[in-house]
């Protein structure tokens, strides 16, 4: 089921409906601390041109974000955040393609929609700013709800779960309720369990064998692992080199049935779904 249908985005491409995989998001991090390509994209213009490189590469939906969420990281606040995206928001919003806004701030949520984003990823899951939920409501848009323990500064400090997966679908299921409570319309929730985000490598791997738990819950699934440390800790190599492991990493996602993924390297993973959708895989 495409949820963006309740709203006026427009079906997704047919090659994703006919190959039955996931949306692809490509991530913009208008940043200068961005852990995966560090800082490379935080102008404007050159952020713009990977939106639009994305897009023609097979990207289903853009991200875009102004304050990075890197392990260690500290807070933007949300003038400097809007100051770096809302330019590229405004200009990437003509292509088309349903722009998702990375942040934590109602402030730079309300002033995306009104430049014509759809959707908000709140690796908070609404937490972090009280008036999030009732401004997606408000504005009937379309949010992620991500789980992370602790904040980007301590995350990653000593992650603990008895039981990560049963755990962090209890945390998802909690927030949806939330958000729903808010006036939020339940289709235009997804969750995401927040690979990365205040976990070790055991947890990484336990939530992506677990990935069927958080599909049946009825509500969309965003996943996003691209480049992310546990695959140098499996297999090593910098950000720039590991999207062998990415893709590899993706293949529990397309047997769990996925909604979308978020990741950096766009035409690889359209090639890697396509191939992986002929050999019966998704």
């Known amino acids: 089921m495409n ?3 309740s709203t006026t985005v427009e079906e997704p491409p047919a090659r994703v409906r006919a190959l039955s995989c996931p949306l692809i ?9 961005s852990f995966s390509d560090g800082g490379r994209h935080s102008s404007p213009e050159a952020a713009i041109g990977l939106g639009r490189r994305m897009v023609a590469e097979g990207a289903d939906l853009l991200d875009i974000g102004g304050e990075s969420t890197r392990p260690g990281s500290r807070p933007v606040s949300p003038d400097v955040q809007w100051q770096r995206i809302g330019p590229v928001v405004q200009e990437l919003a003509l292509i ?4 998702s806004i990375d942040t934590r701030s109602a402030d730079v949520a309300d002033r995306a929609l009104d430049a014509g984003a759809r959707i908000i990823n709140d690796v908070s899951a609404g937490t972090h700013d009280p008036l999030m939920l009732p401004l997606v409501a408000r504005r009937g848009a379309h949010i992620v709800l991500m789980h992370m323990q602790g904040t980007p500064e301590t995350m990653q400090q000593n992650p603990r779960y008895g039981d990560c997966v049963a755990e962090v679908r209890e945390f998802l299921l909690l927030r949806t309720l939330a958000a729903r409570s808010t006036g939020i319309d ?9 690979i990365g985000f205040g976990k070790t490598l055991e947890h990484n791997l336990a939530l992506l064998a677990g990935l069927e738990h958080f599909t049946e819950t009825g509500y ?13 800790q499996i297999a090593g190599g910098t950000p720039d080199e590991r999207l062998g492991g990415s893709l590899a990493a993706l293949i529990p996602a397309l047997e769990a049935g996925v909604y979308a993924v978020r990741v950096h390297d766009v035409r690889d993973t359209c090639q890697f779904f396509a191939v992986a959708a002929r050999l019966g895989r998704a």
Request: without cysteine; proline residues 11%; charged residues 20%.
């Open 96 to 99: 088309g393609v349903p722009l």
């Open 220 to 232: 969309p699934v965003l996943l996003g692992l691209s480049r992310k440390s546990f695959v140098s």
């Open 3 to 5: 949820t963006l249908e």
């Open 25 to 33: 998001m490509g991530i913009i991090n208008v940043t200068p601390d």
């Open 186 to 194: 339940r289709e235009n929730i997804w969750i995401d369990p927040g």
